[in-house]
């Protein structure tokens, strides 16, 4: 499982965009979204760099972890 802080999804819109996205890269993925938050978790079997890939081309590029 993989969460990503995504600063720029506010709505319904970006959740399926999102979704859309993750599916085409993985369908087997399983998106579980915190959109108050601007938070998505994602199990699937790409690794955590190709994911933060597909949400950057999607438009919607995850913040930077916290150290």
């Known amino acids: 499982m993989h969460e990503f802080h995504l600063p720029d999804m506010s709505c319904g819109h970006c959740v399926g965009a999102i979704t859309q996205a993750v599916k085409a890269a993985d369908a087997q993925a399983e998106l579980d979204f915190k959109l108050a938050q601007h938070e998505v978790s994602i199990r699937s079997q790409l690794g955590r760099?190709?994911?933060?890939?597909?949400?950057?081309?999607?438009g919607y590029p995850p913040a930077a972890a916290a150290a």
């Open 49 to 58: 760099e190709q994911l933060s890939e597909v949400l950057s081309e999607a």
